[in-house]
């Protein structure tokens, strides 16, 4: 998983009895994404690891490679046959565009069938505390789906049984109106743009105070999380 991650990508694998190892992602002296480091370390793990990936607006950096370093990403996990698992928690909330927020995920597909995404809609759809969510396996084949379908049975039997339904419903609904659906797409579009214009205040109100530091990496970075780049002194 990357270095850094949201902390509960470590409790999921050690309860599943995995171990887990960092690859390099956040280039913290020149604050920015280390494209390098990570298809370095890709490149050395062994052959058929479980690759974290955040699919877009990274969880906690802001992030994020750019297309042409998603196909280098792409390159290594497929010659090393790594299985790449998407943490897709922020659609919409990167750029405001669902498709341009997906595009990752899009470009894998089109070249591996090895992919699992974890998708939440607790943040673009504001369904926090309803646990409304995906999880999306892609097979090579049929008869593959069938086994992967009963054994995430076998997981979910024990652990919750049903899923809450509430958070559904509202998402079915929205996403089964088409006015609805425009409506969400627009909200989207505004709650993206209001970070972006946060991060931007951020670094002219920093500017407007007297700094001369470059505070260019914080409005690089994309979605609702920020590295400052501020030592711990």
Not at 66 to 78: A, F, G, N, S, Y
Not at 105 to 114: A, G, K, S, V
Request: hydrophobic share 35%; aromatic share 10%; net charge negative.
């Amino acid at each position: 998983m990357p270095d850094p991650s949201w902390p509960t990508h470590r409790g999921i694998a050690e309860k599943a009895g995995f171990e887990w190892t960092n690859y390099r992602y956040y280039d913290r002296s020149n604050r920015g994404f280390d494209c390098n480091g990570m298809l370095e370390d890709l490149d050395k793990a062994d052959n058929e690891s479980i690759v974290i990936l955040h699919s877009c607006a990274h969880n906690p950096t802001g992030q994020d490679p750019t297309m042409d370093q998603w196909k280098q990403i792409l390159e290594v996990i497929k010659r090393k046959n790594h299985l790449a698992a998407f943490d897709s928690a922020y659609q919409g909330f990167a750029s405001g565009d669902l498709v341009k927020d997906s595009a990752s995920i899009r470009l894998f597909e089109e070249h591996t069938d090895r992919i699992v995404l974890f998708q939440s809609f607790a943040k673009n759809f504001g369904l926090y505390g309803e646990r409304a969510g995906n999880l999306n396996v892609v097979c090579s084949s049929e008869s593959e789906a069938k086994i992967v379908q009963s054994r995430l049975k076998a997981v979910a039997r024990p652990m919750y049984s049903n899923p809450p339904i509430h958070g559904a419903r509202i998402v079915d609904i929205v996403l089964g109106d088409k006015d609805l659906t425009a409506s969400w797409h627009a909200d989207l579009v505004l709650m993206s743009d209001r970070m972006t214009s946060m991060r931007s205040g951020l670094v002219q109100h920093l500017k407007n105070h007297g700094s001369t530091q470059d505070w260019g990496h914080v409005t690089d970075q994309i979605g609702m999380f920020a590295y400052t780049g501020l030592s711990n002194e």
